[in-house]
DNA sequence: ACTCTCTTCAAAGAAGTTCTTGAATGGTGC
DNA sequence: GCACCATTCAAGAACTTCTTTGAAGAGAGT
């Protein structure tokens, strides 16, 4: 094998590996498995496509490396293959977003406009969550804060949040974080919250990024799922 | 526009950068490009293809918001839109060589064996600079070394090196350096340096990874090219 | 062994990608 | 204004990807 062959082959390669997030659904996946793992059905349904649909696309995923499998009982659980993946999906977020004009009115499109919703960094929610003058609530569903979440927060996904308001009290800021800077439950947590006269704020990013950040985190047993 | 087209239609979006890279002749394009600017015809012939298709290619880069350009006289020169495509590609290659298993094999078949070309590491290199103990030469192109090279490194493109080996002091070790840690030029300085009884190693990576590092460079004018 | 559930495979049409060839464009410098 | 040059565009053939549909496979539990 010639210099050229060979030199094309490994890019070829590397090339794989971007093809392999080449496609909208297989990047909704990634961000969906950043949270933690999960199996066919519930990818399905994030991502709103067939079963057979995503178990092919998961599949594209687990070819390039990206992705990796592991069986309990009849279930097939899908997971990052690791927290390098997490860095190579933020950077290609980063740069589509710092590149690409038109993003941003995509994100607006999907999130809606952020310009009130203030975002509290990383580094002030974990300052504050040690100094112990906010509460933090995980409005993510509940299998991800299963498979991990930011240390002392409470779950409450999204959709039972007008249910347990009046269990938050009143004179203590929120802070609301989901998926990442693209999630849009944190933005409806926190819209719902300040309707009904509390204060509160979203996490600049998500739980994929501060895990990554090394900042305190926990994980339940799958049995602990929280009522 | 309902929630789930908004939403296709952001992870869209954050796929077309992915696909931008997913072809191989297009990422060789971004790891020269990661070396400075170039125009087309200098990067057709790296690439080993047409000019049209290399234009071609150059355009999807563009549109994903990878590159630009900057006309000079009626030359078009071509460059990363920013760092963070670097980091992009340095965490593509990262997962790829992480979890591609016959990646290794690809590398192999491309670099040849390494195992006896010590590599020198970023920070080893910076110490043994400031200690003045070493020979740095850049072994690449000389419009690469022009663009930006390792401070108090000397350009000697690795197809002059047989010549200028006699200017070398031969009892001073020579770390080459090249493009990147897939790059081939460093290896065969070294394999030619040390057939020629000289101490040789390779930095383990290359330019655009000392300059990320922010680790001291310099920069010529284009009217300063050494001959 | 049988059935159940979850997951993957196969086929096929529509749509997209890649590379080649040859022509067109549009600044530059005379 | 004109010729020249580097670069881009256009058309087409070969190939690959995406999605849907329906069927097949593989463990787990009875």
New interface residues.
Partial sequence: ?G??E??????????????S????????LI?VLAQGERHVEELAEEI?HSVANTSFHLRALAA???VVTRRDKNRIFYRL??D??I??WT??????S???A??EE??E??VGRRDQLDEVSRIELAERIAAGDVIVIDVRPAAEYVAGHIAGARSIPVERLTKELRSLPADVEVVAYCRGP?C?LADEAVRLLRRRGRTARRLADGYPEWRHARLPIQTLATSEVPS
């Avoid at 997030?21 to 909704?28: H, K």
């Fill in positions: 094998m210099k050229r060979a030199k094309d082959a490994l890019f070829d390669a590397f090339a794989e590996v971007a093809k997030l080449a496609n909208g659904r297989r990047a909704e961000d709103g390039a490396g990206l293959a690791s390098r993946v860095e190579l950077a290609l977020r980063d740069v589509a710092a590149h690409h038109e993003l995509l994100v499109a999907y693209y849009v």
